[in-house]
């Protein structure tokens, strides 16, 4: 807190400056998108934020006037200018991820300002949270296109059974090119079966339990910002209602009744703001097991003619069978990506096909140097 406290004591003129040169760019900018935005709900809260960036500058002028620094006369920089370009040729809506990470950083630069630019960092945080909002509606996705977490668990476990048949496929045609008996093919098979799904499970829960940390973190941030500062909270959920298509009167009187009852708040803004569904954040050994199983059986496949014995057929087969997976791997792919399932599966035998082929030549050179 010292530290915190001594350098918002001593601010530096220049990064106020240019903080001050970015908010009458914004201003300006978030003026033009507005004139350009079919939607008028969009189109208002893109002038008022325009109005608060116009605020935020006069605060940081006043406090350069203290300073003694002599302002310069303003001049719209490159980047806006490029950014107005891109509205102008495309849409609004091609612009507000850009300016989302913009408000984003600029909400971290200020936190950590003098106090009279600190205390801009909520609003800026707003506005970040706003062009997120519109970002997100502004890319004009239908509503079928959007995935469930089933979805997601479908999707996981359809790459894992291609992760566990690509690495496996490859590593017994290794063998095949090398020669090796199959009883040494089968050890090698099983062997990559078992130490390839658990490091895929093992890495799987490490994410999943670090991703989960995070999210609770949030959420605890969340609850902790509601429980001190309710109405800016409030204020914040309105917002985001607006950026969704809510007429202002009717965003505020949404968010005031959402505000009532602190645990509804809560989940409101935890879904709204965050994205996250406070009671799914994901199980890190329900995504462990899934990962091991994924992988295991993907991994299977190839081994299968192996079990029946030593037999001149074993590597055709295991071709074979892999060659058919992986096609039927690719048109479920095909599910997720839009592509037709003649694409996506011959695509998924083709990358087989060619880890295949390396390591069986990788294989067989060395089977040659070896002797074998």
Known sequence: MANETEARAAPKPQLILANWHNELDSAHLYRYLAAREEDEQRASLLLEMAESEERHAKVMERGLREMGVRLPAHHISFQTRFLKFLARIARPRVVYPLLHGAEITGTQDYAAQDESTAALASEERSHARALGELSVRGAGRPEHWHRSAGGGTLRAAVFGVNDGL????????????????????????????????????????????????????????????????????????????????LPKIEAE?????????????????????????????????????????????????????????????????SLILSGLALFSVGALVSVFTGRSVLFSGGRQLAIGAVAAVITFALGKAIGVSAGL
Not at 181 to 210: C, I, N, P, R, T
Not at 272 to 281: F, H, M, Q, S, Y
């Open 253 to 317: 009187r949404l968010a005031r009744r959402l505000s009532e009852d602190p645990e509804v708040a809560l989940d409101s803004l935890v879904r709204e703001e965050l994205g996250l569904d406070p009671r799914d954040l994901g199980s890190p050994y329900g995504a462990a097991i899934g990962s091991f199983v994924a992988f295991a059986l993907g991994a299977l496949i190839p081994v299968l003619p192996y079990l029946f014995g030593a037999a001149t057929w074993n590597v055709g087969l």
């Open 166 to 245: 690509v690495s496996n496929l490859s590593l017994l045609m290794g063998f095949a090119g090398a020669s090796a008996d199959a009883g040494f093919a089968l050890l090698a098979g099983f062997s990559g079966l078992l130490a390839g799904a658990s490091s895929m499970a093992a890495g799987e829960y490490v994410s999943m339990k670090a991703q989960r940390e995070l999210f609770e973190r949030q959420i605890e941030l969340e609850s902790a910002e509601l429980a001190v500062t309710p109405k800016e909270e409030e204020e914040e959920l309105a917002l985001i209602y607006r950026a969704k298509g």
